[in-house]
């Protein structure tokens, strides 16, 4: 429903503005030239639809979990996620102890001692997720050049623009997962280069990666890669929606508590509104007009 109100008020728009587009483009065929650049990502991100998406968003905790494990066995040897510490994982429906367990897989680097030397040691709850390298060169180096980017914040980092007429009508659906979108449709979206496309050496073909047709990311995930013992289909198209939604929880873990303050807001609002409105009426009834 809410696609459709939004398709049928975007061709209104864009059938006006083609009109004028028409007419400019007589005026100036040359303006054709500078369209040769192309512009990415080379296609849109897929919509999808997210458990976390409009006024009632909430999270799935079983999706989350499944997130979490797909970036711990995979994502999580080349991605950082330095703001995000092991306790959160609490949200996700881990008991303390387990999340003691969980964190007790990873060392971090701890120091100086008494005698002035860095040491490493065994994760606890209140460490964040390291870094697999020793800093951001290594990172590049080990990557063809590129550092695989800090995922705390990567679902709100990545907000592919979305022009007008759309985001103006963004604002009334609320759309606001853009991010989840960007990279469900980068990990689901490796293809093989057009003819006559020079993949420049060390990248990969993506025509969803926002700053370039190929990039530094070899494609991560494939079909039965991650066993899920909820029985979930374990292909890539879940993988990468359940992954996702962990790197949306990650950027925001309050998400749900925002929404529910927001409906309040609104209801109050409109209470309010009334009253304001009855308070008028009731004042000025008693001037004669
Ligand atoms: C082999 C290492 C490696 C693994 C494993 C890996 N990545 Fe990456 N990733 C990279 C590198 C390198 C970049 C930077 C690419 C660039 O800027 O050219 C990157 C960039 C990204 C980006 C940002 C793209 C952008 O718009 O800048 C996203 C999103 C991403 N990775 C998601 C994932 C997810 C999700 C997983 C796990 C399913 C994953 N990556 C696993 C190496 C990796």
Redesign the pocket.
């Known amino acids: 429903m809410k696609k459709l109100v939004t398709s049928i008020l975007s061709l209104a728009v864009v059938v006006g503005l083609s009109g004028v587009a028409f007419a400019q483009e007589a005026a100036a065929p040359a303006a054709h030239q500078e369209s040769a650049t192309p512009h990415y990502p080379l296609k849109e991100p897929k919509e999808l639809d997210w458990t976390f998406a409009g006024p009632f968003g909430h999270y799935d905790k079983g999706q989350l979990q499944r997130g979490l494990k ?2 711990t066995e ?2 999580s ?3 950082s996620m330095n703001l995000v510490p092991f306790r959160t994982l609490g949200d996700l429906g881990y008991s303390d102890a387990q999340i003691k367990a969980f964190a007790a897989n990873y060392e971090v680097q701890d120091g100086p001692d008494a005698s002035g030397e860095m040491f490493t040691r065994k994760a606890v709850p209140s460490d964040h997720f390291p870094s697999p390298y020793p800093n951001a060169e290594a990172a590049a180096a080990a ?1 063809n050049g ?4 800090d995922m705390s914040l ?1 679902a709100k980092a ?1 907000e592919v623009e979305r022009g007008f007429p759309r985001f103006v009508f963004d604002i009334f659906t609320q759309y606001q997962e853009s991010g989840p979108d960007y ?1 469900y449709s ?2 689901t979206g490796y293809e093989d280069a057009p003819a006559g496309f020079q993949v420049p050496a060390g990248a990969h073909y993506n025509p969803y ?3 370039a047709a190929a ?4 494609k ?2 494939s079909d039965g890669q991650v066993t899920y013992d909820d029985g979930s289909p374990q292909t890539v198209d879940q993988y990468a929606k359940d ?1 996702a939604s962990f ?1 949306m929880w990650a950027s925001e873990p309050h998400l749900e508590a925002r929404k529910r303050t927001g409906f309040m807001v609104m209801v109050f609002l409109l209470i309010f509104t009334v009253l304001i409105y009855l308070t008028k009426r009731s004042i000025y009834s008693r001037i004669d007009h």
């Open positions: 797909v970036y995979v994502c040897a080349c991605h990557n590129a550092a695989p980017p990567l990545r990279i980068l990990l990666f926002h700053a990039f530094a990311m070899p991560p995930l992954v790197l």
